[in-house]
């Protein structure tokens, strides 16, 4: 059974660094593309970053480029979200996704399936 599980997630000041983390199961990174997305308080959920580790491709929200870093290591079938310089507005809920279909990445949920828990991020002023 596919199953994504987040975690890493916590409260942190303006400015400190988090790893995300993503373990998968029954699905193979280097076909299926994992993504990152995250669901503030009455917003809508937003793409924050995906990656097809079969390629080494990799997609960002401009509003994370630059801070926001992912990695996949296909060993332990992990997919990893290295945010820094975190800013209030990064407050959110982030979920990692599946993609649903080979070889298709980006920022679009719509073209995700099977989606974690998800794992909460404060970042305080």
């Known amino acids: 059974q596919v199953q994504l599980v987040e975690s890493g997630g916590g409260a942190v000041q303006a400015g400190d660094s988090l790893t995300l983390s993503c373990a998968t199961s029954?699905?193979?990174?280097?076909?299926?593309?994992v993504g990152w997305f995250r669901q503030a308080p009455g917003k809508e959920r937003e793409g924050v970053s995906s990656i097809m580790a079969g390629t080494g491709f990799t997609s960002y929200a401009d509003s994370v480029k630059g801070r926001f870093t992912i990695s996949a290591d296909r060993a332990k079938s992990t997919v990893y979200l290295q945010m820094n310089g975190l800013k209030p507005e990064d407050t959110a809920i982030y979920y990692c996704a599946k993609s649903a279909a080979e070889w298709e990445y980006g920022l679009d949920g719509r073209n995700f399936e099977y989606w974690g828990q998800g794992t909460q991020v404060t970042v305080s002023s």
């Open positions: 029954e699905f193979s990174l280097d076909y299926y593309a």
